[in-house]
């Protein structure tokens, strides 16, 4: 038995007991797993006690791991409830296997009964397959970038198998690699068959069963795709299948306008009367991209939109489900009044994500200071290559932030190696340009380096482990890139000797392009499944560009060095490829990306969670796709577009009065006045505010220096905000966007219930000295927030705050009245997606409370300052105008800054709300058709101005 099957085998023996384990008895697992560890040396498969701490350690983090139900919106007039029924009557061997399978790898018990929740859920919405008339149902499955989108349509594919579809299509990505790759995790996850083996009559020789097939061998599926080969009339003509009896029957295909009519073509071909009455499901992954209808012209459609309808007609009972991480296409692009249309008509499902998840909040945490994950000195690289360059831009060396990159990848993957006691999968990435020829000097230049880095570890075997300082260079280099990098983890080089080794003899580049890809998917084809396994375990540096942007998972993706900018979120989201779950080394991950490019993340970011709460206020509301319209918030710099202006052909901007609600939200001063005099002015409008709040209503924070005061009169309120201004032009304030005075909505609660005003304190080491002298009716031990990363806005008046954010979602949560968060839980208890597991009031979110929960708006005043030197030292390659907006903040000291919430809006109020246009807070909106007709007032689309229409 090889290495990695015993690792296999202990791994499956450690899954098994930890099904049937509850979290009381985790402690433990590593005391069970050294006890079967000695127990199956009998046999010959020990492996290292290390590697089995290891292994045991990752699955009880696995184990303890957590996934919420998403929110569903449905439209209920299309929908007949029918799976319960059904599933008593069905054994559901696939769903069982699948789930088995997904234990086996390690997921926790919690996580795969949500899962399993989950899938019924969607598994209903397809539609029922013994519903004999004809039938057409359109959905949407919103996810995170690498979040598990893929595990949760699989797991909807098995059962939906169980219950009586037969005709399953799964379009798997527009390039070959990336259909490869859904194809291979199909093949194990649904199929249950090696099917690399197929086209050369191999699977007649060999035992190919793997994943669910292995787990139950009476699961027969036919497939007319392989690992190796997509879907081509001659292979399937070539094999006699009855797609309408027997075996259900998969293709894995491309998005590709030929393949998917030829694919038509064939299934038309198999049925009596050119149409089949055999249910049909169709997955559109990355449905945002290519299939939705770009073209300007109403009686025409893009070639990919039109075979994937056409493909669907191929079946009187047909499902389509897409599945995207960025949705913006889908909802702007499509016209819900044409029913031929992909639009999500029926229903829209938005995915939490596991809490193992890595995504943007990791990388880009929300209380606006960097994460230690995300390296932004990258100005050396565009003084060698300018952010805008042509395909015969000269390069001849590397930067050095990017040579940084590379050493800290060979330091990151000997780390991993020295943790797991075993080589495991290990990648980077390099995505600096969009121009193949650019990409492959880079990979040649990338090449030599890593060549002549590898050559020098191998040379110095014999210095590491040595505690002199008469060291080789490359070990004295390694360990300048370790103390900038992994200075928590106190990473040694000369105790990584081993390891490092491993890595220099191992690695390998790898250029992915469009002309590289039709040679490097000849060669992988030539592969067995073994000998890919055992190439995927190779460290691999990955260079490239669009082809590495979207789909493609790099697996063990540690560093990747990012330069591209974006002029699309969706584009931009698409690229973090470093998003995901990374066990056991989330702490090794490094990206180096520039400022700008840092800020358009968190911008995206937070327009795609309030793109996900509108599905949860459209779930809460009872309302459905084609009633409730959707509307996501433009970025201040209009060039930097939601998505493709021929994708946003259906979507309207929008910045009128008279529009938009201001309740339920939050906003914040991410802007502040550099301006001493103004700075002094709010001072002093905050000293007047706290000096009419009673000393006797002041609540205390247990576990922090946050002083509350509930009830505060609605004109307080509004007189402070009169005083307090961020523009020496405007001598009343337009604090939030709104005007010198506070819109309706938000003075009529204001009056009848009163505001919350809290005086935030954050992690400064001294009380703030303004309000410590102030001669204010009770103690006050405010400490200043830390803001270290800054700009100058252009005409240098104003300073931004990192990734305009001020306070974490946390602040407000923690904020609110106790009875508040209770109204909040309770909300979430009477969801529809209530999974029973998350009843605590610890682990609200801010929209869940802002929803629910907050009765009275809120005003938060902190005060902002820049941090001690030596928690934020100068990068050295800094440009000028950054380290001038950290010297003025400096000069200021004591900034205050404000942040606002208000309550959401109940069911009656939101209908009300929609019937008189609601009230506008200064943001801009592109909205979709369904918004703009049954809100704007907006008709047919022929009332819209072109230019208005074409987006920002």
């Known amino acids: 038995m090889t290495d990695s099957a015993h690792e296999e085998t202990f791994r499956n023996i450690l899954a098994n007991i930890l099904s049937k384990t509850d979290d009381s008895d985790l402690a433990h697992i590593n005391e069970i797993a050294l006890e079967y560890n000695a127990l199956n040396e009998k046999f010959g498969m020990r492996i290292s006690d290390q590697r089995a701490v290891k292994i045991a350690t990752e699955l009880a983090s696995a184990h303890k791991s957590k996934l919420e139900l998403g929110a569903t919106v449905r439209n209920e007039s299309t929908f007949d409830p029918w799976l319960d029924e059904r599933k008593a009557k069905v054994e559901m061997r696939r769903g069982a296997a699948y789930d088995r399978l997904l234990i086996e790898r390690g997921w926790g018990k919690s996580v795969v009964r949500t899962l399993g929740r989950q899938t019924d859920k969607i598994v209903e919405l397809l539609g029922d397959p013994e519903v004999g008339a004809s039938w057409s149902r359109k959905g949407l499955v919103i996810g995170e970038v690498q979040s598990g989108k893929t595990a949760t349509y699989i797991g909807v594919l098995n059962k939906a198998i169980d219950l009586g579809y037969q005709i399953v299509v799964v379009i798997g990505g527009h390039t070959e690699d990336l259909r490869r790759q859904t194809q291979e995790r199909l093949d194990s996850d649904l199929i249950g068959d090696d099917t690399s083996f197929r086209s050369d009559g191999a699977s007649r020789r060999l035992n190919t069963r793997i994943g669910v097939g292995r787990i139950d061998e009476n699961i027969g599926t036919t497939a007319l795709t392989s690992a190796r080969y ?37 299934i038309r071909s198999t049925a009596v009367g050119d149409v089949h009455n055999v249910p049909l499901v169709v997955i559109d992954d990355e449905s945002d991209w290519a299939s939705v209808n770009t073209s300007a012209k109403d009686k025409e459609r893009t070639a990919v939109n039109r075979a994937i309808i056409d493909l669907l007609s191929v079946s009187r009972r047909n499902s389509y489900l897409g599945i995207t991480a960025t949705p913006f296409a889908n909802i702007l692009i499509a016209d819900d009044k044409e029913a031929r249309d992909l639009f999500p008509r029926d229903y829209i499902m938005a995915l939490e994500s596991p809490s193992t998840y890595r995504g943007v909040d990791f ?25 805008k360059h042509k395909k015969d831009a000269v390069v001849n060396k590397l930067a050095r932030s990017l040579k940084d990159a590379i050493l800290a990848f060979f330091l990151a993957t000997a780390e991993r190696y020295r943790r797991d006691g075993a080589q495991s999968p290990s990648s980077m990435m390099v995505n600096v340009s969009r121009f193949n020829a650019v990409q492959e000097k880079f990979s040649i230049l990338i090449e030599d380096y890593v060549e002549s880095v590898g050559e020098a570890i191998l040379a110095s075997a014999g210095y590491f482990g040595e505690r002199s300082d008469a060291t ?20 040694d080089v000369r105790d990584l000797g081993p390891e490092l080794q491993k890595v220099a003899e191992d690695i390998h580049i790898d250029l992915v392009n469009g002309l590289t890809m039709k040679d490097r998917n000849d060669r992988l084809a ?33 560093v990747s060095y990012f330069t591209r900018r974006a002029g699309a979120a969706d584009t931009l989201l698409q690229m973090g490829r470093w998003f995901g779950h990374r066990p056991g080394y989330d702490d090794l991950t490094r990206v180096w990306m520039d400022r700008e490019v840092i800020d358009h993340f968190t911008y995206v970011a937070g327009v795609s969670q309030d793109l996900r709460n509108s599905v949860a206020e459209m779930r809460d509301l009872n309302l459905t796709p084609r009633e409730f319209g959707l509307k996501i918030r433009l970025h201040p710099e209009t060039s930097f ?70 009830g505060v009169a609605h004109e307080t309120v509004e007189s402070f905000l009169h005083d307090f201004s961020l523009n020496t032009k405007l001598p009343t304030s337009k604090v939030f966007g709104i005007g010198s005075s506070l819109p309706a909505g938000i003075a009529s609660v204001g009056r009848q219930c009163g505001w919350t005003v809290g005086l935030m304190s954050g992690s400064g080491k001294h009380p703030v000295t303004y309000l410590a002298e102030a001669d204010l009716p009770y103690d006050v031990d405010a400490r200043a927030s830390y803001r270290n990363n800054v700009e100058l806005s252009e005409d240098g008046k104003d300073l931004r705050l990192s990734q305009r954010r001020l306070a974490t979602g946390g602040n407000i949560v923690a904020s609110v009245a106790s009875e508040e968060r209770a109204a909040a839980l309770a909300a979430r208890k009477k969801s529809k997606s209530y999974s029973g597991s998350n009843d605590s009031e610890r682990e609200l979110t801010q929209s869940e409370v802002l929803r629910a929960g907050l009765k009275s708006p809120m005003l938060l005043i902190y005060t902002v300052s820049i941090g001690p030197e030596s928690t934020s030292a100068v ?11 950290r010297r003025r903040l400096s000069e200021l ?24 246009g609601g009230t506008k807070f200064g943001s801009k909106y592109i909205v979709n058709s369904v918004y703009a007709r049954l809100e704007l007032g907006l008709g047919d689309w022929d009332d819209v101005d072109e230019d208005e229409g074409a987006g920002p």
């Open 230 to 266: 997509d879907f081509s009339m001659k292979t399937a003509e070539s094999t006699t299948v009855n797609l309408a009896t027997g075996n259900p029957t998969v293709f894995v295909v491309k998005k590709n306008t030929s393949v998917l009519k030829s694919l038509a073509k064939y």
């Open 363 to 387: 990388y880009f945490p929300p209380e606006g200071d960097e994460s230690q994950n995300i390296n932004s000195g990258i100005d050396d690289f565009h003084e060698l290559l300018p952010q």
């Open 472 to 491: 080789p260079r490359i070990i004295r280099e390694l360990q300048r890139v370790a103390n900038a990098q992994f200075a928590s983890q106190n990473l």
């Open 526 to 558: 030539t592969f067995t499944r073994k000998s890919l396994a055992e190439w995927k375990q190779r460290p691999a540096i990955y260079v490239g560009g669009n082809v590495l942007a979207r789909g493609l998972t790099l697996d063990g993706l540690v």
């Open 641 to 710: 577009l939601i998505t493709a202006a021929n994708k946003q052909r259906a979507g309207v901007k929008h910045d009128s009065p008279g529009v938009f609600s201001y309740r339920g939200k939050a906003f914040e001063t991410h802007t502040i006045p550099n301006n001493v005099q103004l700075t002094e002015q709010n001072r002093q409008a905050v000293l007047g505010l706290l000096e009419m709040l009673p000393a006797g209503g002041a609540e205390r924070s247990s576990g922090s220096r946050n002083i509350y005061w509930r």
């Open 875 to 885: 990068d050295a390659s800094m440009p000028p105008e950054k380290r001038n907006a």
């Open 893 to 916: 000291k004591e900034v205050p800054a404000l942040v606002m919430a208000t309550p959401g809006l109940s069911e009656q109020e939101t209908r009300e709300d929609l019937e008189s």
